[in-house]
């Protein structure tokens, strides 16, 4: 049976935003989403592309006896309503998170059984986005689980992006392009280049790695998610989180900022507003870059453009600088083609090429170029 996609004409491209959790975990508050919101306009985050700003876990603190979800009134004083309505008037949208299990992770309540109901009380405070978690699913099978909050959104009178979060451990590749416009494709990241430990959250290169094969489920309205951005959290090296970034754009990745906007080094800002990268995260043919060459831990990955041009990044996971080559065969162009190469982050034209392009490249980071025969 052919795939039908979710179309709701939502998430043409990767969704661009901010979520709560990566720096505040639990503790959230209007006055944390408030400033936010306000960052993502002076920073000029907006401008760059950044628009839904997305709570996430612990909003929540129960049900009602009619089942209507109840936020938490002592940091959200004034509503969801209200927090929403401030958020639009910045022309920015709004993001909330639940959980298609009976509890969410952090033991809030769940969506199971209240979908329609959630998703009636999200389209009235005006909601945009959805997050959607797996924790406390029991016996619960995903795709179905997930096909009824999707349902319900779609009745719920108001486009909202569905993105959903269960961690990559049932492929939802396989399945959720019909339910939700962005799915998790792996577990939780960490703020670290490198996890050795099983029962650590996930380095970017392990991320990375398990990308590798699921390029071809991805397109426009229905998207991989190797989760949020660690940009700016302080446990990586700035070359380090270039690297992420870069990856993260030629993967197709949605960007949801996960730092404090409001206390950003104009390193960090830099990284984060990179227009000619985020413009490879945004490229209109929505097609995912991919890996198509490994030496050691040098590796080169390519991502077709919709001007023809391919996005390059060469990558380095070793603990010394490297020279790394990218092919002209490699990226789907003859070897005797002429090409002239931009470096993007350097923002300088470095000139045209004949066959392939290589250079050096810093341990643990990036070089990463568009490619124009
Ligand atoms: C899970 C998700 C995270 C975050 C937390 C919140 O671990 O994968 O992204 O939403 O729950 O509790």
């Not at 991805?218 to 992420?244: C, I």
Request: proline content about 4%; glycine content about 10%; aromatic content about 10%.
């Amino acid at each position: 049976m052919p795939l039908l996609a979710l179309e709701n004409g939502l998430a043409r491209t990767p969704p661009m935003g901010w979520n709560s959790w990566n720096k505040f975990g639990c503790n959230v508050s209007e006055t944390l989403i408030r400033g936010v919101a306000d960052q993502m306009i002076s920073s000029g985050m907006k401008d760059a592309g950044y628009q839904y700003v997305v709570i996430d876990d612990c909003w929540q603190v129960g049900r009602d006896a009619q089942g209507n979800i109840q936020i938490d009134t002592a940091n959200f004083p004034t509503g969801m309503k209200a927090l929403a309505d401030y958020i639009h008037s910045k022309g920015l949208k709004f993001g909330l998170y639940s959980d298609a299990g009976t509890k969410t992770c952090q033991g809030r309540p769940g969506g199971r059984g209240y979908e329609y109901q959630d998703a009636r009380q999200y389209a009235a405070w005006g909601v945009d986005y959805l997050k959607y978690d797996w924790c406390s699913h029991s016996t619960q099978n995903s795709e179905a689980s997930y096909a009824t909050m999707s349902d319900a959104l779609k009745v719920s009178g108001r486009p909202i992006v569905f993105a959903l979060c269960e961690w990559g451990s049932t492929k939802p590749w396989l399945w959720a392009r019909d339910t939700g416009n962005l799915w998790r494709s792996t577990g939780d990241i960490g703020d670290r280049w490198d996890s050795n430990k099983p029962h650590e959250s996930l380095g970017v290169v392990q991320i990375i790695d398990q990308q590798v094969g699921l390029e071809s489920y991805a397109g426009p309205g229905h998207w991989n998610d190797p989760d949020m951005l660690e940009v700016g959290n302080g446990g990586m090296t700035n070359t380090e989180y270039r690297a992420h970034f870069s990856m993260w754009c030629l993967l197709a990745a949605p960007l949801l900022a996960g730092n404090d906007l409001r206390s950003m080094s104009a390193e960090t800002k830099e990284i984060l507003t990179n227009k000619e990268v985020i413009a490879v995260d945004q490229d209109a043919l929505g097609i995912e870059g991919r890996r198509v060459r490994k030496i050691g831990d040098t590796e080169v990955w390519s991502r077709q453009l919709a001007d023809g041009s391919r996005a390059v990044v060469l990558l380095n996971r070793g603990a010394a600088e490297q020279p790394v080559q990218a092919m002209w065969t490699d990226l789907g162009y003859p070897e005797h083609a002429s090409a002239m190469v931009r470096d993007l982050w350097a923002h300088r034209d470095l000139g045209k090429s004949t066959g392939s392009f290589s250079t050096t490249v810093p341990s643990h980071g990036v070089v990463m170029v568009r490619v124009s025969p």
